[in-house]
């Protein structure tokens, strides 16, 4: 598998515009995290899935912000209308649930966007 | 979520044993602990968990006290390439057996020549 597969890798944007952040899950797993990252803030995590449902969206910073999961191979993250606070790299990553307890999160390279 | 405590930085050299201790004194009964490392440029990635005692694995090892209340991660003869950002998690199962990862600061761990 080739891991967790985000797109783009990098993108500016003015400030006003619509950003869609794309990930595709490691197949077969049945969590979905997106995560955003700042000096400032650290790692915060956003919203996860489980099953393709919004399990606790408490972490979305607020409504400019929604996440979609349409199907199990695939994410969306929406900024709209984006500003320049919102420049950050984000994270997606993706876990199975299972008998072993043990649990490992994997990571995409992430997005690194920047408002302008 | 349990609260937990790293130092925020920590320096070593090549060859040396590094130790990094986490607080989290409200542990919870059902609550693991999970190490990640994270490299500049790259997402986290999984080291190593445990519940109680000694977990250890090719990359590190994890010692639990008795109470559980804290939890040191060893890196046995550290290199430049383990210069890297450590972080401590603890949190509960939920019913489907996994865990909710919320990141903490982190230890910034340097390595020098």
């Known amino acids: 598998d080739a891991g967790v597969i985000q797109s783009p890798r990098h993108e500016v944007t003015e400030m006003g515009q619509e950003v869609t952040l794309r990930c595709k899950p490691i197949?077969?797993?049945?969590?979905l995290f997106w995560y955003r990252q700042t000096m400032m803030r650290g790692l915060e995590l956003l919203i996860y899935?489980?099953?393709?449902?919004?399990?606790?969206d408490s972490g979305m910073p607020e409504d400019r912000f929604s996440a979609k999961m349409p199907n199990a191979s695939f994410s969306t993250l929406k900024i709209q209308p984006s500003e320049p606070r919102d420049s950050a790299v984000y994270f997606c990553?993706?876990?199975?649930?299972?008998?072993?307890?043990?649990?490992?999160?994997?990571f995409g390279q992430g997005t690194r966007l920047t408002v302008v | 979520l349990a609260k937990t405590t790293q130092p925020i930085s920590m320096d070593s050299y090549e060859g040396q044993e590094v130790n990094i201790t986490c607080s989290h004194n409200?542990?919870?009964?059902?609550?693991?602990i999970t190490w990640y490392q994270q490299f500049p440029s790259q997402g986290p990635r999984f080291i190593i968990q445990g519940y109680k005692t000694k977990v250890t694995n090719e990359v590190a090892s994890l010692f639990i006290p008795a109470d559980r209340k804290s939890s040191t991660l060893s890196l046995p003869r550290v290199s430049l390439s383990d210069t890297a950002v450590y972080y401590c998690l603890v949190g509960d199962f939920m019913n489907t057996g996994f865990q909710k990862l919320v990141f903490g600061t982190g230890t910034r761990l340097l390595v020098s020549p």
């Open positions: 197949s077969g797993h049945d969590y």
């Open positions: 899935f489980n099953n393709n449902v919004p399990i606790d």
């Open positions: 990553a993706s876990s199975e649930s299972g008998g072993t307890r043990r649990t490992e999160a994997f």
């Open positions: 409200n542990i919870a009964t059902n609550d693991y």
